[in-house]
């Protein structure tokens, strides 16, 4: 478990599971909280991070959702190169993992059966290939064209910083194939890069660094142990982070949120508003639990340091805008900001018409005089 206190100083902080404490400590300033845990229960687990209350009580505990299980048995493909390699040994190494048959972790064009976490091929020519084995998987995506260029990675959650300084160079545009729900895992320059449904995850480009720089980022085994554990898994499902009252897709083969209070809500459309409390929601599939909404405020709310005046500038939409950091900028600014055209020549100008229609006036009463 990873978490990260935004604090100027430290902090002291709890960590839960399941209603019981799992840790305590003293979080330093921009300092990673690592606490690493084997329960014995088997399922979904739910826990919080606490810190000490203060004025502002809405970001004293942030939810989390868990799937806990055996570690997945994993079928690797020599093809993928020897960053996934090694990130597998590093995986079975740390019991995150073993090796064997319960998940295929390969190039798309190898793919035989699901659960599967796959890539683009690191050869074009294999692009029908892995285009007639996905169909044959019935995953309704398809590679498309291929696109050069870099451009960044953004993660779809928005409390997910996996991806930050990853980018990509080389990437197939996907395409759905057919109108089936799916989730949007990542996005690069506007489109789907990696995507997921049952049973599969889908990659827009190779593993190796010369199309992207996922497999030598440090986020990139961790990454890999949350898609095989949480989303690959036999009994696993997907888990979904999002802001109070935030409009989300609905994950795929989902079709009902279980509230708090253990009420169920039908979820028939396209997509669900998660639940206005912060807290753990259950996705459902024919009454099993599949995954987990966990709703929590945007952490930006918890940090009160005062914007630079770039960043409150960058906020605001005008053609134009100047920030200061003390009241004599700002009337400074305010004065600048005045009408550059002179005021004189306007007021002479009505000065010269009042009299003349002055004058106008008296001559006519002295003339009807």
């Known amino acids: 478990m990873r978490a990260r206190v935004l604090t100027p100083d430290s902090a002291a902080f709890r960590i839960t599971i399941d209603g019981r404490t799992l840790a305590r400590g003293t979080a330093v300033k921009d300092q990673e909280v ?3 845990a084997s329960p014995a229960e088997r399922g979904w687990s739910t826990g919080t991070v606490e810190v000490e209350p203060d004025e502002l009580r809405g970001d004293d505990v942030r939810y989390f959702a868990a799937w806990i299980g055996p570690a997945p048995a994993i079928r690797v493909s020599a093809a993928l190169g020897r960053f996934a390699t090694i990130a597998i ?3 079975v190494q740390a019991d995150r993992a073993t090796l064997g ?9 190898e793919a035989t059966t699901l659960p599967a976490l796959l890539v683009a091929p690191s050869d074009p020519v294999r692009i029908g290939a892995a285009n007639r084995a996905l169909a044959r998987l019935d995953i309704p995506w398809r590679f498309g064209d291929l696109r050069r260029g870099e451009s960044s990675v953004q993660s779809t959650s928005r409390d997910d910083s996996t991806f930050k300084d990853v980018n990509v ?3 197939y545009r996907l395409a ?3 109108p089936v729900a799916t989730d949007t895992l990542a996005v690069t320059a506007g ?3 990696i995507v997921g449904g049952p049973g599969y995850v889908l990659v827009a480009s190779p593993l190796a660094p010369d199309a992207t720089s996922l497999p030598i980022r440090a986020a990139f085994v961790p990454w890999l142990a949350e ?3 949480q989303r690959l898994g036999r009994e696993a499902g997907t888990i979904v982070n999002a802001t109070p009252g935030a409009m989300l897709a609905r994950p795929a083969g989902v079709d009902a949120l279980e ?5 169920r809500q039908a979820i028939t459309g396209d997509s669900v508003a998660a639940p206005d409390k912060p807290g753990v929601y259950s996705f459902l599939t024919g009454g099993v639990r599949a995954g987990a909404l966990v709703v929590n405020p945007e952490p930006a709310e918890s940090d009160l340091r005062r914007l630079s005046p770039q960043a409150l500038a960058s906020r605001i939409r005008a053609t134009s805008v100047r920030s200061g950091e003390d009241s004599t900028a700002v009337r400074a600014h305010v004065f600048d900001s005045a009408p550059r055209r002179p005021l004189v020549l306007p007021l002479l100008l009505l000065a010269v018409v009042a009299l003349v229609a002055e004058s106008t006036l008296t001559g006519r009463s002295r003339g009807g005089t």
């Open 227 to 229: 898609m095989f554990s």
């Open 89 to 91: 040994e590093a995986l």
């Open 176 to 178: 759905g194939s057919a």
């Open 34 to 36: 690592l606490v690493r």
């Open 259 to 263: 509230l708090s209070e253990g009420q």
């Open 169 to 171: 160079v080389l990437r």
């Open 191 to 193: 489109e789907p890069w």
């Open 101 to 109: 048959a319960d998940v295929t972790f390969s190039p798309a064009d």
